[in-house]
């Protein structure tokens, strides 16, 4: 039985229905494909910002006040975040306010208004997001890392921007990228849960009025790297928060399941390699973990942890370890059925809500050439064995591919060391 059915718009905006049984809710998302990746050097951050934006007020609903009155009236859950590749909006009802929340994502996508004094206002919230992020190591990090992997370009800079960059955006660089980025081009609309049986009419009633846009597609990343490198934030800190990885392919690449089981094994839980060896039995970390970030033209392999001050070494040579050891030995099947098990389980628990189903698609729209259902997902993971493992342990784990990024106090002997640690 199909779960979900494509449409598209008279239009051309892309339009996904998801029914679900056993709920009584029902989530309106739009991906827009646009994010961080798609700016160019001026407007460094501004994917971001203008996600903000988008609460300030529509000409029907004049200011931030009367916008968040009338969605809490609603009773819902409503939010909006910005990613490297994708920017999303939703809102999650009872199923029968679909109408209105409808009408309510469409008029804040179609009829913002900017307002120069409410830009000015909001850079003040951001720059105070920003400075949030610089003073959590374990949120700040990530941002760090990419950086290492991909330098000066847009897929090396932060999502949030610079304080000089936010600063200096004036409204009508909203409303030029707005009207390059945001429309049935590059839009998506997802509707999931307990769907009301006139969902298709409303959909075409409050979505048909998006116009085409002139979007711009992003540059694409270059995978050059020839040796190891490494950033190091010197920051005074009560540990050293350090980020230990290397390049993969990217989402669609024949091996994209392989490596985020690969990713669970090494530290994608409390009975992986790396969490038990730095936490359990060193006692060097709190937070040990693996995770695997796949994008639609690259993607990467990393260990994030905070580690014991004059520790960073003994991590980083114990992360290259286990990273060397998956890409020699073969992983015995008990590991690799628990790590299987551990995915199709969070998939299965990730999925219960409409507004986790609604993202699941929306995501299926930014990255996939062909859609997946999660049936589908759990399939793939399924049919990876031992030698699969092995095989890509041993192309991604590469010397020259090895990435370092650290924030604390280190001072030129330790980084000297840290550098010539980076050996496979």
Request: proline residues 2%; aromatic residues 8%; positive net charge.
């Amino acid at each position: 039985m199909k779960q979900y059915n494509i449409n598209t718009l008279a239009n051309k905006l892309a339009y996904i229905s998801v029914p679900m049984a056993g709920t009584e809710t029902v989530t309106i998302l739009v991906y827009v494909k646009t994010g961080s990746k798609y700016e160019n050097r001026k407007e460094r951050g501004l994917s971001h910002f203008l996600e903000h934006m988008f609460f300030k007020g529509t000409i029907k609903r004049p200011t931030t006040l009367v916008l968040s009155s009338e969605l809490d009236s609603l009773g819902c859950e409503y939010n909006a975040f910005t990613s490297k590749e994708y920017t999303g909006y939703w809102i999650k009802v009872s199923s029968d306010k679909t109408e209105t929340a409808l009408e309510l994502v469409s008029d804040m996508l179609l009829n913002s208004k900017f307002e120069e004094e409410e830009i000015e206002r909001e850079k003040g919230t951001i720059i105070e997001e920003l400075n949030m992020y610089e003073d959590n190591p374990l949120m700040r990090i990530e941002d760090i890392f990419e950086n290492c992997l991909y330098g000066d370009t847009p897929a090396g800079w932060d999502i949030v921007g610079t304080v000089a960059h936010i600063k200096s955006f004036k409204r009508q660089d909203f409303i030029n990228y707005f009207k390059r980025q945001y429309g049935a081009t590059s839009a998506t609309l997802i509707v999931a849960g307990n769907l009301p049986k006139n969902t298709n009419n409303l959909v075409k009633k409050y979505f048909s009025a998006f116009a085409k846009n002139k979007w711009n597609d992003k540059v694409k990343v270059k995978e050059a790297q020839k040796q190891p490198a490494m950033i190091l934030i010197k920051k005074k800190t009560d540990q050293v928060t350090l980020s230990l990885g290397v390049r993969t392919g990217a989402t669609n690449d024949k091996d994209e399941f392989i490596v985020r089981v690969l990713a669970i094994i090494l530290g994608g839980s409390m009975s992986s390699r790396l969490f038990i060896e730095i936490r359990e039995r060193r006692g060097l970390a709190y937070s040990v973990r693996t995770s695997s970030e796949l994008f639609s033209d690259t993607g990467y392999l990393t260990t994030t942890t905070g580690i014991k001050l004059g520790h960073e070494e003994e991590a980083v040579n114990l992360i290259i370890e286990a990273y060397k050891k998956v890409s020699k030995e073969l992983i015995p099947e008990e590991e690799i059925t628990r790590a299987k098990d551990m995915l199709k389980g969070r998939l299965t628990i990730s999925l219960e809500a409409s507004d986790d189903l609604a993202n699941w698609y929306g995501r299926q729209a930014i990255y996939r050439k062909k859609y997946l259902t999660p049936a589908d997902y759990i399939e793939e993971i399924t049919k990876i064995t031992a030698a699969d493992l092995k095989r890509v342990a041993k192309k991604i784990f590469v010397e020259h591919n090895l990435n370092l990024a650290l924030i604390g106090p280190i001072d030129a002997k330790k980084e000297a060391a840290l550098k010539k640690a980076l050996k496979l």
